[in-house]
């Protein structure tokens, strides 16, 4: 009878629960995303007359949360569970999935830069589009008040696009509006010593003058001239968030196909 002592005969523990504990704070992000989804849906009503998120014309961005909750619990839930059960099928699962995002994010960054035009385009289209629907749903008018506040701006390419929504424009048919040729508060260019938010400053606002008249009480460069204004001033935290994004995903991807390697090597070893 002949024994043979292989080397290695069980997967590294350290690899093991390395890659348990790099997916289990996802896992738990992913929940938390999806669990501040819901509830918002279930503050706006949206759970008990599901009817609401095809009735709404703009960007929801509660559908934002819950995409990047879902895919990172199920990401998560796959690492977590292939370490622990040493279940391949989930481990390359879990990388090919986390090298194909990491693939598309790469894509559209090289897009976005050599298509700067169409981007710019597509982007003022979202955002008038978005425009139009700003009194449609509250967390989209929370998002589009808190991009105008922070970049000092208003509109896409500048206050008039407030003409395309129904509260704000400037027609004639436009007579029950007490929001009538003006521009949300979040417009406005408030005093420092105010420390009263006056939701009502800009009613009225583009009623008479021109661009300039209106220079002294509201913002009248359009956002996307203000983030492309922004971009250049914060291209090193841009860049640095991105290179982290990516250093995780690869330590993802690392952890994922050391691991497979070595469960395939003791698998070998067995048989």
Not at 162 to 179: G, P, Q, T
Not at 188 to 211: H, W
Not at 238 to 245: C, L, Q, R, T
Request: proline fraction near 2%; include cysteine.
């Amino acid at each position: 009878m002949h024994y043979y002592r292989y080397e290695n005969a069980e997967v590294s523990c350290c690899y093991k629960y390395l890659m348990f504990s790099y997916n289990i704070i996802f896992w738990l992000a992913g929940s938390a995303f999806i669990a501040i989804g819901f509830w918002a849906w279930s503050e706006k009503g949206v759970l008990s007359d599901l009817t609401q998120v095809t009735r709404l014309h703009g960007f929801d961005p509660v559908w934002g949360v819950l995409v990047v909750g879902t895919v990172t619990f199920i990401l998560g839930f796959a690492g977590c569970v292939g370490a622990l059960r040493e279940n391949i099928c989930l481990l390359k699962f879990f990388s090919g999935v986390i090298g194909f995002i990491f693939f598309l994010e790469l894509t559209a960054a090289v897009l976005a830069f050599v298509f700067q035009g169409q981007v710019r385009e597509w982007i003022s289209e979202f955002f008038l589009a978005n425009v139009k629907a700003y009194r449609d749903d509250i967390d989209l008018q929370n998002l589009i008040d808190s991009l105008q506040k922070l970049n000092h701006c208003c509109g896409a390419k500048h206050p008039n696009d407030w003409n395309m929504n129904v509260y704000f424009n400037c027609s004639n048919k436009n007579n029950l509006s007490r929001e009538k040729c003006g521009v949300p508060f979040s417009c406005c260019i408030s005093e420092p010593a105010v420390t009263v938010l006056n939701t009502q400053c800009g009613y009225d606002v583009r009623e008479k003058g021109t661009l300039n008249d209106w220079s002294s009480s509201i913002y009248i460069k359009g956002c996307i001239d203000a983030l492309e204004d922004w971009l250049p001033r914060n291209l090193y935290i841009v860049a640095g968030v991105f290179i982290v994004i990516s250093l995780l995903q690869m330590v993802g991807i690392f952890l994922a196909r050391t691991l497979i390697g070595d469960i395939e090597k003791v698998k070998f070893n067995y048989y």
